[in-house]
């Protein structure tokens, strides 16, 4: 098998938005083979350097094997506003490779002063690091505290391997070798990204029921909850499709679809559950809505007292289950109450034939806060808290737990 067979690189890397970090080190050259090969098997790979890596291996090489220009500073920014954040927030990994004693403690100390260091601060996504040194610098309890912080912070860090050194010295520094980093890219994406492959549908915000071309019944759903689990869901790889009746700005990963009734809701819906593995119904939906949409706007003095005739809305979640009981398919509900929330919530789970509930006391005043607090309750009768934290934590917990009960990819 050859050296640069792209066949090496794991599924779960390939196809990937990486973005390379080279720092300065002998090492460097390894780095440009690693970097053909991942572009072989497919993924797209952008390399950013420090200023001195680009005296082991030029821009001009990382170039040419990317098919992207490479950036060496934070200043040359070629029409980015902020290259390490645009970086950091398109790349779905980081590979630091070789990474020097000098760049392990200013990673561990948080420092940001070049385009490499800053990227890695800025990122939100897994980062792996290959370090690669002199034997004697490799040995010294700086280094090794470095690297221990890093570990602790979630870093994965990969070799160094021993054997001969470019010094001419044997010992340990040597870059780890190629299937080695490739595995720690693995590892770090099958961890952070473990529901690729999965079809998502979340439902957020409070519909508007018009009652004329002015004026609608809602709620106070701000859709922040949905929105966190939307993120979460497309954060963790999944296929996400947001259907919110709130403004919402937008996240990588996340289709948003706007509604305003709930008519409008389910429909969309409905279009977008094929193929789905959860789906997860945050909206607060108008229960009620006019009987009679007027077309043109009501004139205050042209009525003495209004009287509105409300009619029930349909029950997306009833009417999903009554069209198509889908195999595979996990159907969640959220129960937002003011008193009774065990007994509602248990008695919403068996009526709308859910596979789990979230409940959640807004007793409180959730309605726009960043926090959340409740419990799940599951169909086979399980139940989990969800202690008081952000919106954010609070899907990633209902992401895990229901992580476990969906249909795979
Ligand atoms: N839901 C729905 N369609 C509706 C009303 C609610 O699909 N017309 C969904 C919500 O998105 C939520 C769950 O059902 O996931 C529970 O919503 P809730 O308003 O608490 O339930 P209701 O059946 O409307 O009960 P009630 O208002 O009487 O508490």
Redesign the pocket.
């Known amino acids: 098998m050859s050296p640069l067979d792209p066949a090496e690189v794991p599924a779960a890397v390939r196809g990937r938005r990486l973005a390379v970090l080279v720092s300065g080190g002998v090492a460097a050259y390894k780095v440009a083979d690693l970097v053909s090969q991942l572009v072989a098997a497919g993924c797209e790979v952008r390399v950013a350097q420090t200023a001195a890596s680009t005296r082991f291996v030029g821009p001009a090489t990382f170039h040419g094997l990317s098919g992207h220009p490479v950036q060496v500073d934070l200043w040359s920014n070629r029409g980015v506003a902020e290259p390490h954040v645009a970086l950091g927030d398109w790349a779905q990994a980081l590979l630091l490779a070789p990474a020097t004693a000098n760049q392990l403690a200013k990673l561990a100390g948080g420092h940001s002063d070049d385009l490499v260091t800053a990227t890695v601060l800025a990122a939100r996504c897994p980062v792996v690091v290959a370090p690669a040194m002199n034997d004697a610098m490799w040995e010294k309890p700086a280094v090794a505290a470095n690297l221990e912080t890093l570990r602790e912070r979630g870093f994965v860090i990969v070799g160094p391997e021993a054997g001969r050194l470019a010094s001419g010295h044997t010992g340990a520094g040597r870059l780890a070798p190629t299937a080695e980093i490739f595995a720690g890219l693995e590892a770090a994406i099958a961890a952070r990204y473990d529901l690729a492959g999965r079809r998502v549908v979340v439902?957020a915000g409070g519909t508007r029921e018009p009652i004329d071309p002015v004026r609608f019944i809602s709620n106070y759903s701000s859709g922040k909850m949905g929105h966190a689990v939307a993120e979460a869901a497309a954060d963790r790889g999944a296929s996400v499709l947001l259907v919110t009746a709130a403004p919402y700005a937008g996240h990588a990963g996340v289709e948003g679809v706007h509604v305003e009734t709930?008519q409008e809701m389910l429909e969309a819906v409905r279009a977008g559950l094929d193929a789905a593995h959860l789906l997860v119904?945050?909206?607060?939906?108008?229960?009620f809505r006019p009987a009679k949409q007027e077309a043109a706007k009501i004139r205050r003095e042209s009525v003495k007292e209004l009287d509105l005739r409300l009619e029930k809305?349909?029950?997306?979640?009833?009417?999903?289950a009554r069209e198509s009981p889908a195999e595979g398919l996990l159907r969640?509900?959220?129960?937002?109450?003011d008193a009774g929330l065990e007994a509602?919530a248990a008695e919403?789970l068996a009526?709308?034939k859910l596979d789990a509930?979230v409940a959640n006391d807004i007793s409180g005043g959730v309605f726009g806060s960043e926090e959340n607090a409740g419990f799940m309750l599951f169909r086979d009768g399980a139940r989990i808290d969800l202690p008081r934290s952000t919106k954010r934590e609070m899907a990633e917990r209902i992401l895990d737990a229901l992580k476990p009960r969906l249909a795979g990819p």
């Open positions: 439902t709930a119904m945050v909206a607060a939906v108008a229960d809305n349909v029950d997306i979640l009833a009417e999903l969640v509900g959220f129960a937002a109450e509602h919403k009526r709308k509930i």
